[in-house]
């Protein structure tokens, strides 16, 4: 997020997409609530499904999925149209607005009615609203970018907010939310093929220099690793001989997962360290026990790039070990004195070589955690990015053209299924599926669908009913409800029992190497 | 001219931002004035009374927490008056309904009510004692509700309203019929409610109690360790509160961003996973189809034989690694470097882009 979450209640208006922000993150959904309830915020939410947070929505637009990039072009061409764009901040802190208008200049209202069926009336107030604002905010989450054309639509929405200057300031910004309490500090460390920690080039000769000087080692590649969606398919056709997984089950969350299990099962060898015994935990040659965020020290970077402390609460079951301890010691018996006397240690090495990190320390975070980046010791954080100006010096507009998503609907799949989470569950639900009181709430699978669809395929409510796509099928329980709109019908993917990713689609954004799970075509039969 | 922004409380001169309510200005300077309904950043209610404060001129006491603090105005938070009617609530708390059962309620140690009898000493049953109307309701997973604690001080829906906006709940039947409903008095279960916990954590008292309640350590036994939510990226600020090596309970922090005591229902109930018994205790290691248990060091050595063994035949391009989006930071430091130091492969990655 370039906002701290506190600032959605300083927001004038907030545009939210991609997001069912009461399931997922339901404590900033309070906020938004909160915001709009009593401090006047207005917010429009853009989403093909019917969520909570459209009750609270000046506006609720409703493109078709996969069709962000159009709508929001429609937005630009609106605010650029009628002269509600912010020029001062344009003129003095981006570069190639030329390019920007001119690849909306096509994108009238009539246009990306057609593309989305949002109504051109509708697309045109948004647009006023947004612009008119003397702060807004966007919010996003996957629903933005699990799709072919996720990179796009992430720049798609950078360029609405530079657009209008609403960047750099307090209750602005483009925030995305993550999903997994330490997605940001897992990229953070460098858990990418790309960088090392703080998004430093691993290509970059100066980086390499400095890491094998810290490390005390020679030799550290600096060619471009592979992303988990190559991996797998590299898995299946022998290029990847080995894969040591540490606490993923990529078998439930990974997209079209009967090919990930046929690829992990082409390995030489696999490692699994995990809490739990997990799907891809049983086809794993070797398997590790971990402890889990009760057991032991530690940060995690939230969704607004504040480093806050685990702390052990309790002893861990048995033997198992803390995911450091055990790595330190592979890495010992294979030759590398990798030696931590504790995670504040691995933390003081992690601040040497991560400019972002250079100035946190525990002693810093004991009561409170600091937004990076925090280079020095005396330096407060940073809860606002881009004040004075962006990473890159100026902003860039990225023309960006509309790519509809991959898979199309026809006569024999006809409907489109997006995938997500429910409230009482959390990812492949290995943890939560754990509570006897959560999984009372939850207890299975379902498909959610508009009563329409369901008249019209045949299927009764609470009848099970036979999902498939061009990859797979399953079964669930149909759920008849007011969130879902005609046409489009969705599935929760915590359940092993009735996998929603048997069905969905691999195709991969070109960029990110994002799996489109929140489009592919289905049919429903009783 | 306009009058200096100047109230005088037990004699002392403080300055106040005109609105600012009494019991706000006594606050910020550490002059205590019990509360009971009252909610930091909810609208006051002045529905309890604990309160009350002289206000020199005043005909009767005022409720510190809804009277604007003024120029010049004089208070006293502290007195024999005062204490008089403080006691008079608190005594009528204490009949109306079932306090006497301190010794058996989870809240013990926990409760505010218990506190301010504590401090202006009040025993139960100087009134006679009133019968609650309401049956106690646990047709839920998440939340027993008991009704003959309830002082229906209307924290929980604030808290449901105003903090967390769901909207569950509300006061019903007013009067000495006055009970907390969810629309047209359905059980929670079958309500808006969607057992975030917000009002059990507000409740001044036992009325509102995690379902396990019985079967878990009381809060004020526990020892209470700091940390931050395992679920999604919100990253809230928790409280676990542990005793004999287990997590009994989860409550938010209260002082500290981003959710300032605020949870929702997996981060203040999902702590099952962490005592349960599938959890893995020690190394496995497959063999013929099947796994079987083995020392660290068996595991740790072949797994390092292995991991050398197809990189010296293969190129330390054929090993991957993913690491984690739910371990910690210092976790997934050492996973990347072990994967680039060690390995000397780039092939790290983690799950966030599924
Ligand atoms: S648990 Fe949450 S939603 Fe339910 S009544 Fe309490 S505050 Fe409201
Ligand atoms: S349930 Fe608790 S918080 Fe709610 S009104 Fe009763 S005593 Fe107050
Ligand atoms: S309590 Fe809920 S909203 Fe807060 S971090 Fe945990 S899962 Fe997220």
């Known amino acids: 997020m370039t906002n701290p979450i506190a600032d959605m209640e300083k927001a004038e208006v907030i545009l ?489 689609n691999a195709a991969l954004d070109p960029i990110s190497k994002i799996p489109e799970f929140k489009v592919c075509a289905v049919k429903v039969l009783a | 001219m306009n009058k200096p922004n100047i109230i005088v409380i037990n004699g002392q001169e403080y300055l106040f931002t005109p609105g600012e309510t009494i019991l706000t200005v006594a606050r910020r300077n550490n002059v205590d004035i019990p509360t009971l309904c009252h909610m930091k950043n909810a609208t006051p209610t002045g529905a309890c009374r604990m309160c009350v404060v002289e206000v020199q001129g005043a005909r009767s006491l005022m409720a510190a927490c809804t009277v604007p603090a003024g120029p010049n105005m004089v208070v006293r938070t502290e007195s024999e008056l005062i204490a008089k009617a403080r006691r008079m609530i608190i005594e009528l708390m204490l009949t109306s309904g079932n306090h006497e059962d301190c010794l058996v309620c989870p809240a013990t140690g926990d409760c505010r009510l218990q506190e301010l009898a504590y401090k202006y000493q009040i025993k139960a049953g100087r009134f006679p004692k009133t019968k609650s109307r309401y049956d106690l309701e646990a047709v839920n997973p998440f939340i027993i509700r008991n009704f003959s604690k309830c002082l229906a001080c209307g924290r929980c829906v604030q808290a449901c309203n105003e903090v967390q906006v769901n909207t569950a709940i509300d006061f019903g039947y007013r009067g000495a019929r006055t009970k907390i409903i969810t629309k047209g008095d359905r059980t929670l279960k079958d309500s808006d409610c969607v057992f975030c916990g917000e009002c059990i954590q507000v409740c001044p008292v036992g009325a509102l109690i995690p379902k396990d309640a019985y079967k878990k350590a009381r809060i004020c036994d526990t020892k209470s360790v700091r940390s931050t939510c395992t679920y999604c990226g919100v990253g809230c600020q928790v409280n676990l509160h542990v005793k004999n090596n287990e997590v009994q309970h989860i409550t938010g922090r209260g002082d500290a961003a981003p959710n300032f005591g605020s949870l929702c229902v997996k981060g203040r109930f999902g702590f099952d996973f962490i005592a349960a018994k599938e959890r893995l205790k020690t190394p496995l290691i497959k063999e013929n189809g099947a796994f079987r248990e083995a020392s660290w060091d068996e595991a740790i050595g072949l797994v390092a034989e292995r991991l050398s063994a197809i990189k010296a035949k293969h190129g330390a391009d054929s090993l991957g690694v993913l690491t984690s989006a739910r371990i910690s930071n210092e976790e997934n430091y050492v996973v990347q470097k072990f994967a680039r130091a060690v390995l000397k492969t780039n092939n790290v990655d983690h799950c966030a882009r599924l």
């Not at chain 1, 690849?103 to 009238?108: P, R």
């Not at chain 1, 000769?205 to 690793?225: D, H, I, P, R």
């Not at chain 1, 030489?268 to 891809?280: A, G, H, R």
């Not at chain 1, 709430?441 to 009764?460: H, L, N, Q, S, T």
Request: glycine share 8%; hydrophobic share 40%.
């Open chain 1, 16 to 504: 939210l997409t991609g997001t069912n922000t009461t399931e997922n993150h339901p404590v900033i959904a309070a906020y938004i609530k909160r915001a709009v309830q009593f401090k006047g915020t207005k917010l429009i939410v853009v989403d093909p499904r019917r969520i909570k947070m459209a009750a609270f929505a000046e506006q609720w637009l409703r493109p078709y999925p996969g069709t962000d990039v159009a709508w929001l072009n429609g937005l630009m061409h609106v605010i650029i149209k009628e002269n509600l764009h912010d020029k001062e901040f344009i003129a003095n802190r981006c570069e190639d607005f030329e390019a920007l208008a001119k690849s909306v200049e096509a994108f009238t209202p009539e246009y990306v009615q057609n593309l989305t069926g949002i109504p051109a009336q509708d697309l045109i107030q948004a647009a006023r609203l947004y612009a008119g604002a003397k702060v807004a905010s966007i919010v996003y989450c996957m629903g933005i970018t699990q799709h072919v054309s996720g990179t796009d639509n992430v720049k798609a929405l950078a360029n609405l907010a530079m657009l209008c200057g609403h960047l750099g300031v307090e209750g602005g910004g483009v925030n995305p939310l993550r999903g997994q309490n330490n997605v940001q500090g897992a990229c953070d460390m460098g858990g990418l093929p790309n960088v090392f920690t703080g998004y430093q080039p691993v290509t970059d000769g100066a980086n390499v220099k400095k890491m094998e000087e810290a490390w005390q080692v020679t030799g550290l590649s600096t060619k471009v690793g592979l992303t988990v969606t190559e991996m797998i398919p590299k898995a299946h056709s022998g290029e990847i001989k080995a894969l040591y997984i540490v606490g993923e089950n990529p078998l439930i969350s990974d997209a079209d997962v009967n090919h990930v299990e046929k690829s992990i099962a082409h390995l030489d060898f696999l490692v699994v360290q995990d809490i739990f015994m997990t799907e891809t935990a049983q086809m794993a040659h070797v398997v590790l026990p971990s402890l889990c965020f009760a057991e032991k020290d530690g940060t995690f970077s939230n969704t607004e790039r504040k480093v806050q402390r685990i702390r052990k609460a309790v002893d861990g079951p048995g033997s198992a070990k803390t995911d450091w301890e055990i790595i330190c010691a592979i890495s010992r018996k294979m030759g590398y004195a990798m030696n931590y006397a504790s995670s504040r240690e691995i933390f003081e090495e992690i601040a040497r070589v991560t400019p972002s990190y250079g100035g946190i320390t525990y002693e810093r975070i004991e009561h409170e955690g600091l937004h990076w980046p925090c280079p020095t010791k005396d330096h407060p954080g940073t809860k606002i990015l881009h004040t004075a100006q962006f990473t890159r010096g100026k902003g860039k507009f990225h023309a960006i053209a509309f790519v509809p998503p991959a898979e199309k609907t026809d006569a024999e799949y006809p409907l489109i299924l997006t995938t997500g989470r429910v409230l009482y569950h959390y990812h492949t639900g290995t943890m939560t599926r754990k509570s006897e009181g959560l999984n009372e709430r939850a207890p299975e699978c379902f498909i959610e669908m508009a009563k329409a669809d369901a008249e019209k395929y045949g299927v009764k409510a609470g009848a099970v009913a036979t999902i498939a796509s061009r990859r797979g099928e399953i079964k669930a329980k149909v759920k008849i409800s007011e969130t879902a709109v005609a046409g489009t019908v969705f599935l929760p993917f915590h359940f092993v029992e009735a996998s929603a990713n048997k069905l969905t």
